[in-house]
């Protein structure tokens, strides 16, 4: 199994930045990208960031392109969602999830019912 823990989350005022922390453990050979997602109060859970851990590759959703940056340390298996400029829409509960299927990483965003690797979440408040 794997197990995703995240971190980082808070409170920040619009224009804020708070960077989330996602560690795995236990058997991470399993996967071989990670990702962010997040679920706001009434609505579904969307994609928001990946990476394929072996190449370093990224994909974002447009709404956080250009201010949200997902990186990792493979040496400590941790995956990093930095953001920036937030927004009151960016309020969300934020979760870390991975999977090791053969797809592209704009299908591992879209196609949520498919990961089998989910953390617990963090949340995130942006107020105006």
């Known amino acids: 199994q794997v197990q995703l823990v995240e971190s980082g989350g808070g409170s920040v005022q619009t224009g804020g930045s708070l960077r989330l922390s996602c560690a795995a453990s236990?058997?991470?050979?399993?996967?071989?990208?990670m990702g962010w997602f997040r679920q706001a109060p009434g609505k579904e859970r969307e994609g928001v960031a990946a990476?394929?851990?072996?190449?370093?590759?990224?994909y974002y959703t447009d709404s956080v392109k250009g201010r949200f940056t997902i990186s990792q340390d493979n040496a400590k298996n941790t995956v990093y969602l930095q953001m920036n400029s937030l927004k009151p829409e960016d309020t969300a509960m934020y979760y870390c999830?991975?999977?090791?299927?053969?797809?592209?990483?704009?299908?591992?965003?879209?196609?949520?019912?498919?990961?089998?690797?989910w953390g617990q979440g963090t949340p995130v408040t942006v107020s105006s």
């Open positions: 999830a991975a999977d090791g299927a053969d797809y592209g990483l704009r299908t591992f965003l879209s196609a949520l019912e498919n990961i089998p690797y």
């Open positions: 236990g058997h991470t050979y399993k996967y071989n990208c």
């Open positions: 990476i394929f851990t072996g190449s370093g590759s990224t």
